[in-house]
C-alpha cells in the first residue's frame, strides 16, 4: 500500500525556530466559480499543524468553514502588501518587502490579529531596537499592517501607537570615535587626486562629479550627455535609477520626485569632456555606438546601468591603498554640503542644489558645520592668549 504523503512541511525563520505549514483546499468560490486553496502557517508543533488541517478538512466538507477575513498577521500582510505595490515606487517596494522579511515576519507572522497587544509590540521593538540602528522605521513599517486592519475593522485600535520607542542603548560610551561621513576640504583634494591616479578615468569622472554636484549616487548613474548643456554650463538631474525585482535596474524620478537644474564649475566640464572623448574611443573598440542622445555618461562594458555598489568598491579600493579615511559615495554628497555652507553658501542655495525637499535635512547639516567653525573659533581664541 503507498504510503500517503502529508502536506504538512517544516521551515526554519531567521533566528533559526521551526515552523510548519501546510496548503488545504476550501472547495469552490460560489462567488467566481474558481477553486480556492490557502496556506496555512506558523504553527510551533507538527502536531498542531495535524489537527488545525483535520479541522479544516472537515469544516470544508460539513459545507461550515469561510475564512470571512484574514486570521494572523501573515494573513492581513499577504492582502495589504499587494494594495502597497500599487502605491509605491518599485525600488520601495523591494526595500518594504525586505524589512518584512528580515524583520517583521519572522516575529510576527503567527500572531492572531485581535490577539496582539502593546505588550507583545513592545516586546519585539526592544528586539529591533538591539539589533537595528533604525529600529523605528522597522516599528513603523509593522504598524502599517496593523493600520490596514483598523480600515477593515478587525480591530479597533493600532497597538503600536503605544509603544515606547525611547529607549536607551546598551552602549553608552564608544570605545573609539567612529568616523564622520564626509571629508575636510584637504582630504577631498587628497582622495580625488589619488582616484585620478588609481582608477580608470570613468571612474574618476564619477566620484569627481559627485563631490563636485552632491548629487545622489542613483542620480549620477541614471545621467545621459543630452542631460549636459556645455554652452550654459548645466547639468540636469531628471531621473534615478532604481532596483526593482529580481534586482532588475529601471529608470524612476529622483527620490524628492522633482528634478532640478544645477550649474557645473570649469573644472567639471574639461573633466566631462575628456571622459567624453575616451568613452568613444574605447566603446568604439568594443563595438559599441555612443554617439546616440540617449547614451548614458557612465555605463558598463555593455553600455548598460552600472551596479550601485560598483561605486563603493571604486572608492573603498582608493582608500584602502592610499590609507584614507574611509567614507561613502552618500558621504561625497554630504562633503558638498559641508564646503558648500563653509565656502558662505545660504540655506536655500543649498537646499535646492542637493534637491532636499525638508529643510530640516539641510539644516542638520548646517548644525553640524556651524559646530566646526564654532570649535575653529575657541581654539583660535586660545591660541591669541598664549601669545
Not at 271 to 288: D, H, N
Amino acid at each position: 500500500m503507498k504510503k500517503k504523503v502529508s502536506p504538512i512541511k517544516s521551515y526554519k525563520l531567521k533566528n533559526g525556530e521551526t515552523r510548519y505549514e501546510f496548503p488545504v483546499y476550501l472547495g469552490v468560490d460560489p462567488l467566481t466559480g474558481k477553486q480556492k486553496r490557502t496556506m496555512k502557517r506558523g504553527f510551533k508543533k507538527r502536531k498542531e499543524a495535524e489537527l488545525a488541517l483535520a479541522r479544516i478538512k472537515l469544516e470544508v466538507a460539513k459545507g461550515t468553514y469561510k475564512q470571512e477575513r484574514a486570521e494572523t498577521y501573515q494573513e492581513l500582510y499577504n492582502i495589504w502588501v499587494k494594495q502597497y505595490e500599487k502605491n509605491v515606487e518599485e525600488s520601495t517596494y523591494v526595500k518594504t518587502i525586505g524589512i518584512f522579511k528580515n524583520h517583521i515576519l519572522p516575529a510576527m507572522s503567527a500572531y492572531k490579529i485581535e490577539k496582539i497587544t502593546v505588550d507583545i509590540c513592545q516586546k519585539h521593538v526592544n528586539e529591533w531596537a538591539e539589533k537595528l540602528k533604525k529600529f523605528r522605521m522597522v516599528k513603523a513599517y509593522a504598524a502599517k499592517v496593523l493600520d490596514f486592519a483598523i480600515k477593515r475593522g478587525y480591530i479597533q485600535t493600532n497597538p503600536f501607537t503605544y509603544v515606547e520607542t525611547r529607549i536607551k542603548p546598551k552602549k553608552t560610551i564608544a570605545i573609539e570615535k567612529r568616523n564622520e561621513n564626509f571629508y575636510t576640504r584637504e582630504q577631498l583634494n587628497e582622495f580625488l587626486s589619488h582616484c585620478e591616479q588609481s582608477l580608470h578615468y570613468k571612474a574618476f569622472t564619477l566620484l569627481h562629479l559627485l563631490a563636485f554636484t552632491g548629487m545622489r549616487k542613483s542620480e549620477a548613474l541614471a545621467l545621459t550627455w543630452i542631460d549636459l548643456n556645455l554652452i550654459e554650463k548645466e547639468l540636469s538631474i531628471t531621473k534615478a535609477i532604481g532596483r526593482g525585482k529580481s534586482a532588475r535596474l529601471y529608470l524612476k524620478p529622483p527620490k524628492t520626485g522633482a528634478s532640478r537644474v544645477i550649474k557645473l564649475v570649469d573644472r567639471t566640464i574639461t573633466i566631462l569632456k575628456e571622459w567624453k572623448r575616451i568613452q568613444k574611443q574605447e566603446y568604439l573598440v568594443l563595438g559599441l555606438n555612443t554617439t546616440k542622445a540617449n547614451q548614458l555618461i557612465f555605463s558598463n562594458t555593455n553600455n548598460e546601468y552600472i551596479q550601485p555598489v560598483q561605486v563603493q568598491k571604486w572608492m573603498y579600493s582608493v582608500q584602502k591603498k592610499h590609507s584614507l579615511v574611509k567614507i561613502t559615495p552618500h558621504g561625497l554628497r554630504h562633503t558638498h554640503c559641508s564646503l558648500l555652507f563653509e565656502a558662505g553658501a545660504s540655506i536655500k542655495e543649498v537646499q535646492d542644489r542637493l534637491g532636499h525637499t525638508d529643510v530640516k535635512t539641510t539644516m542638520d547639516i548646517y548644525t553640524h558645520v556651524t559646530k566646526k567653525a564654532q570649535e575653529g573659533a575657541i581654539q583660535k581664541f586660545d591660541s591669541y592668549l598664549e601669545i
